[in-house]
């Protein structure tokens, strides 16, 4: 029973910021990676940021100093803050839980960045 559930997209001006949220019902055992990605019409799925189980982070450098992951591990939740948001940030983003013997994916949420 694993489900990973975006929720937080919607319609931003640009330059505006959004938060998405994503709600794991997983185990989170052993060295795991949380991470978002996207994927906008036409483009290959993209990784955007993602966080280790140790706490370390790694971001696209296109959302770099704009973009920021976290969790909560009492909740079970992770985050993406999105600061300073451009049309070219507009896509489905997905949650991602990655580990050795599991891959799972959510069902997305539409981030659209439009004046």
């Known amino acids: 029973q694993v489900q990973l559930v975006e929720s937080g997209g919607g319609l931003v001006q640009p330059g505006g910021s959004l938060r998405l949220s994503c709600a794991a019902s997983?185990?989170?055992?052993?060295?795991?990676?949380m991470g978002w990605y996207r994927q906008a019409p036409g483009k290959q799925r993209e990784l955007v940021a993602a966080?280790?189980?140790?706490?370390?982070?790694n971001y696209a450098d296109s959302v770099k100093g704009r973009f920021t992951i976290s969790r909560d591990n009492a909740k079970n939740v992770v985050y993406l803050q999105m600061n300073s948001l451009e049309t070219e940030d507009t896509a489905d983003y997905y949650c991602?839980?990655?580990?050795?013997?599991?891959?799972?994916w959510g069902k997305g949420t539409l981030v659209t960045v439009s004046s």
């Open positions: 991602n839980f990655r580990r050795w013997d599991s891959d799972y």
């Open positions: 966080i280790i189980s140790g706490g370390s982070t």
């Open positions: 997983i185990s989170t055992f052993g060295i795991y990676t």
